[in-house]
């Protein structure tokens, strides 16, 4: 399978505790973005990749909320601190920088009870 | 404030009817528009799409309209199909190729036999 995955599939945690996520981009896509989706919502964008540049993060993006991308492959999204408002479903995209159509891996459905 | 906007949280289609499934946007900027798909516990799916220069665009049983002026597009599907039955989700993004994406809330489809 070549497409986008995202792992773990779901997560659940206690509020408080700190959760990493991680994607695996289609390997020649050079852009990696990372949304959030909450129930009855569309996707919201949170940041994306260049190769390993960070090149844009939305306001969304809190100080507990960091994301990387260290050798332009992989890339990892951090909640530290997680609050009840972190759950949602953490989506992954990757694309190639000089196409619209971003493709979308699985989800992580965070839950922080 | 919601860029993208699709107002109809849900429709309800006759297999092998028409679905029609609009999209409204407020940002000028918006040059580039995206229809995807998702299925329960998946990633969305790129369906189709349109740039701005064009006014319609088709595929297969779907076709995308896209009205500028009245910054207006929409999704049509014939004949509609039973697995057609999804959230589909209205996506815009500025003129440059490789940016995030504004999503609208999405609207569930749903195909009746």
């Known amino acids: 399978d070549t497409g986008v995955s995202q792992d773990p599939r779901h997560k659940i945690t206690k509020r408080g505790q700190n959760v990493t996520f991680r994607c695996d981009p289609i390997s020649e896509h050079n852009r990696l973005y990372w949304y959030r989706q909450t129930l009855g919502q569309g996707p919201e964008f949170l940041t994306y990749f260049q190769n390993e540049a960070q090149l844009e993060k939305s306001r969304l993006l809190s100080d507990r909320f960091s994301a990387e991308r260290p050798k332009g492959s992989f890339s990892t999204l951090e909640i530290q601190r997680t609050e009840q408002g972190d759950s949602a479903m953490y989506l992954c995209a990757s694309s190639l920088a000089t196409y619209n159509e971003q493709f979308f891996g699985p989800g992580t459905r965070l839950t922080v009870l | 404030d919601q860029q993208v906007k699709q107002n109809s949280p849900s429709l309800s289609v006759q297999e092998g009817r028409i679905s029609i499934l609009n999209c409204d946007y407020t940002n000028s900027m918006f040059d580039y528009f995206l229809w995807y798909k998702k299925y329960p516990a998946e990633g969305p799916t790129f369906l189709i799409s349109?740039?701005?220069?064009?006014d319609k665009n088709e595929d297969g049983r779907f076709t995308v309209f896209l009205n500028k002026s009245a910054k207006h597009l929409s999704l049509h599907i014939v004949p509609s199909q039973p697995g057609d039955s999804a959230v589909y989700f209205c996506a815009a993004s500025p003129n440059n190729a490789g940016n995030m994406l504004t999503f609208g809330g999405g609207t569930r489809l749903m195909v009746k036999p």
């Open positions: 349109i740039s701005s220069i064009k």
